[in-house]
């Protein structure tokens, strides 16, 4: 799949159909978005850009936010591309694009920079300084740069609109399986594997360790997984996020423990998807129960994930 910037649009993705939001999670909604522009990159013969914003708006308007990503940039560049898309085009979120007016974010973005001929948003998008351009001003100024612009209807799920906030409550309150269920997949944290203190292997569960970075926190607990390796194969396991507040100090990590598995994880690439929810992060008074306590969830997620 190709990346490009703004700057660098590539002569072979000029004329291309443009799905265009931030696409944080890439959940049901957004999903509905960039299947209608591989529709209409079929029917119309040309190929499909998915134009995704880095850093989030939001983060670049209120930098002092808690963490709150859904997916890193690498997951949604593999995501847009499993959707069927042909590109990834990332808007640099800074002080030139916050300054372009909805009239210049068409006719020089969209238009000049791109070479658009039709651009699918979410019905709610929103565009240009302060937030002036909507999904109808988007329509009157692309047709007048040949642009044939259209949003796509919500999608909802138990009567509500499918949105990255619903998700985002979701995983805060443990609701692991309504996130799922918005997001078509388990929401999935991806990073380098840490080198730790080695205290997992110390007590029988070797961890490969993640730090969460710009994610948002789910809430702290055990969770059932599945992680995948950087060469694609896929482990079952069990996974403590949170603080480990039975040791001193505390350190917020993702510590990921793969069932029969042997192998040396550190400076590699890995996915670790959150499948189930088992109980919230305990401090223990000694050793003994918390290995009993592992044990006791290890049990537990084998019987989620289907092994038992």
């Known amino acids: 799949m190709q990346r490009a910037t703004i700057d660098d649009v590539p002569d072979d993705l000029k004329g291309s159909i443009v799905a265009l939001g931030n696409f944080d999670g890439f959940h049901l909604g957004h999903q509905a978005v960039v299947g209608r522009a591989v529709q209409r990159g079929f029917h119309e013969r040309r190929k499909v850009i998915v134009a995704t914003f880095e850093p989030h708006p939001v983060r670049y308007f209120k930098p002092d936010l808690p963490p709150f990503r859904l997916t890193t940039l690498d997951q949604r560049e593999e995501l847009f591309a499993h959707a ?25 973005l969209l238009a000049g920079k791109i070479g658009a001929a039709g651009v699918v948003t979410g019905d709610d998008f929103s565009f240009g300084k302060g937030r002036t351009g909507n999904v109808e001003t988007l329509r009157t100024l692309g047709a ?23 998700i985002r409550d979701s995983l805060k309150g443990g609701d692991i399986g309504h996130a799922t269920h918005l997001l078509s997949r388990d929401f999935a944290i991806e990073d380098i594997v840490q080198k730790g203190d080695q205290r997992g292997r110390q007590l029988g569960y070797p961890t490969a360790n993640l730090v969460l970075g710009d ?5 702290y607990g055990i969770y059932a997984v599945r992680v995948t390796l950087d ?10 996020l949170g603080v480990r507040p039975t040791f001193t100090p505390p350190q917020e990590l993702l510590e990921a423990h793969l069932f029969n598995f042997d192998g040396d994880l550190y400076g590699r690439k890995i ?8 109980r919230e992060e305990l401090k223990f008074d000694g050793i003994e129960p918390l290995i009993a306590h592992m044990k006791d969830d290890e049990a537990k997620a084998r019987r989620l994930l289907a092994l038992d």
Do not use: N, Q
């Open 271 to 278: 996915e670790v998807a959150l499948h189930a929810f088992i």
């Open 215 to 219: 994610y948002l926190r789910p809430k």
């Open 231 to 240: 060469d694609g194969s896929e482990h079952p396991g069990v996974a403590s």
């Open 144 to 166: 007048h740069s040949g642009i044939i612009a259209e949003a796509v209807a919500p999608v909802l799920v138990d009567g509500e609109r499918v949105s990255s906030g619903r």
């Open 84 to 108: 069927g898309a042909d590109a990834m085009l990332v808007f640099e979120f800074g002080e030139k694009l916050r300054e372009t007016s909805a009239e210049e974010f068409v006719s020089w």
